[in-house]
């Protein structure tokens, strides 16, 4: 049975007027999103009939509906989502608590996990994802958690649990597992690219490739890690970077792998075209002070997240209304 801890923080009026701008320069999108993004309502249709409810739910009724997880924490705007759906967890028997973002951490988790104040702010992404995992029995007992982002209403249990069903044998050999979700070799439906590799693992998939024999993967809204076994002073970073077809972030990308020891990055992803999953994984761990594994898996729908473009609010609202 595993801890799930449900990530539905929010930003600032200023963190939203600046990716706003990196949205609209780099990507040629607008941003629509003015309120708390995970209570965004999008409608779907079941049994026939149209049904509106927020973005957030569409993910915690899955966590609620599998027996792989016994408890959940979501981190968030407490009393919004108290407000929103109090009810609706209320008429769950599975433990589920609500910690506000802007909460504290506590000093014991501070020591714990060596946090640096300067680089693990309290409401940031790492901020939340301590504070949700030291308010689960997983921190208790010091095993790993999944950690599920709010923003993805077409991942679905089946995923979930599949992906539960595999990193059962990896918890005493990884501090972080992640699912790399295979994806058409040239763009998603939402009109992104992906990260082309080679896949040199034990998981092969059929699909297409490219002339260099790599496959197109993303990342899904899922990971499955515990913070005793990893830096968690790195996870901000790491965040920040996660949309590395920014020119500015592929450059701090190549600067920061350069310090890890790995100075040929660049040339072996766009020159040599033979950069691995396997070599990924090292690089990860390296930047992360502990073990990464990536398992390529299928199921395109889990990358497919909401930032608070009206491009990608009218394509997920597409998808949801033929799922």
């Known amino acids: 049975m595993v801890s799930a801890i449900l990530m539905a923080g929010y930003k600032n009026k200023r963190e939203v007027k600046r990716y706003s701008k990196t949205v609209a320069e780099h990507y040629g999108e607008t941003f629509i999103e003015t309120g708390y993004r995970p209570l965004r309502e999008f409608k779907t249709v079941i049994d026939g009939k149209k049904e509106s ?25 407490r009393m919004l989502l108290e407000r929103r759906l109090g009810n ?13 973002q802007n909460s504290k ?47 993805s209403p077409l991942t679905a249990m089946e995923f979930i649990e599949r992906f539960l069903r595999t990193v059962q044998k990896y918890e005493d050999q990884e501090a972080i597992v992640f699912p790399a979700v295979l994806i ?32 197109g993967f993303r990342l899904s809204s899922l990971l499955f890690g515990n913070p005793h076994l990893f830096d968690i002073n790195t996870i901000n970073t790491a965040y ?15 600067r920061i792998t350069r310090t890890l020891g790995y100075p040929n990055v660049y040339s072996k992803y766009f020159i040599k075209k033979d950069l691995s999953v396997k070599e990924v994984e090292n690089i990860t761990s390296a930047f992360f002070n502990g073990k990464v594994k990536l398992i390529p898996m299928t199921g395109e729908e889990s990358t497919y997240d909401y930032d608070g473009t009206d491009f990608e609010y009218r394509m997920i609202t597409k998808m949801l209304d033929s799922s």
């Open 105 to 151: 951490i506590p000093l014991d988790i501070i020591e714990r996990f060596n946090i640096i104040n300067r680089k693990v702010r309290y409401n940031t992404i790492a901020g939340n994802l301590i504070k949700g995992y030291a308010a689960s029995t997983a921190c208790k007992d010091k095993k790993h958690a999944l950690f599920v982002a709010s923003d």
């Open 240 to 254: 920040s970077l996660r949309k590395a077809l920014n020119p500015n972030a592929q450059l701090r990308l190549f």
């Open 184 to 215: 058409d070799i040239q763009r998603d439906k939402l009109e992104r690219p992906p990260l082309k590799l080679l896949n040199d693992t034990a998981y092969q998939l059929p699909g297409e490739k490219d002339k260099n024999g790599r496959q």
């Open 88 to 100: 609706f967890i209320k008429g769950f028997q599975k433990p589920c608590r609500i910690i506000n």
């Open 53 to 77: 409810k927020p973005l957030v739910q569409y993910t915690l009724e899955k966590l609620f509906a599998s027996d792989y997880i016994d408890e959940i924490v979501i981190v968030g705007h």
